[in-house]
């Protein structure tokens, strides 16, 4: 057996390389800079939810709203440093925007009032969507690039034309 060589590190095969080319292009674009300070945000509004809205008092609420929240954000921060490793936090992200859409009802204690529900729905709604916007961009970015070369190549963009 040979001893490895800086060659055959698995960092430097082609494969992977493309694919963590592909993953820089995809977050480097405007639409997921906005994406991702969208989700910044809502995770921030999500952890101070029940002092904004006021249900500071309805306390496993407000603790479940604080957890969830940052755990969203700091899901979402990953993203800006290394997205090729942290794709899987966005389903993690999601995930915790659908926990936000039912816990007022999951919640131990009936805190199903107006205000957190429209509050947690609204708000996990836009954490969810964001995070799966996320999740797709590398795959938008691949589609582009696609439609961009077929319509270099002398397509009209468009299949059968």
């Not at 592909?22 to 994406?35: D, G, I, N, V």
């Amino acid at each position: 057996m040979t001893a490895p060589t800086s060659h055959d590190r698995i960092e430097h095969h082609p494969d992977l390389v493309e694919l963590s080319a592909r993953y820089e292009r995809a977050t480097a674009t405007l639409p997921a800079q906005a994406f991702e300070a969208l989700a910044i945000v809502t995770g921030l509004y999500l952890a101070a939810s029940p002092w904004v809205v006021g249900f500071s008092g309805m306390t496993a609420l407000a603790i479940s709203n604080l957890v969830v929240g940052l755990a969203y954000t700091f899901c979402i921060m990953g993203f800006a440093t290394a997205y090729e490793r942290t794709h899987a936090r966005s389903w993690a992200a999601a995930a915790l925007g659908a926990w936000m859409i039912i816990a007022p009802w999951v919640v131990v204690g009936g805190f199903d009032t107006t205000r957190t529900i429209l509050s947690n729905v609204i708000g996990g709604a836009v954490a969810l969507v964001v995070a799966l916007a996320i999740s797709a961009m590398p795959a938008v970015t691949r589609w582009r690039q696609a439609m961009a070369s077929y319509g270099s190549s002398g397509g009209s963009g468009m299949p059968g034309g």
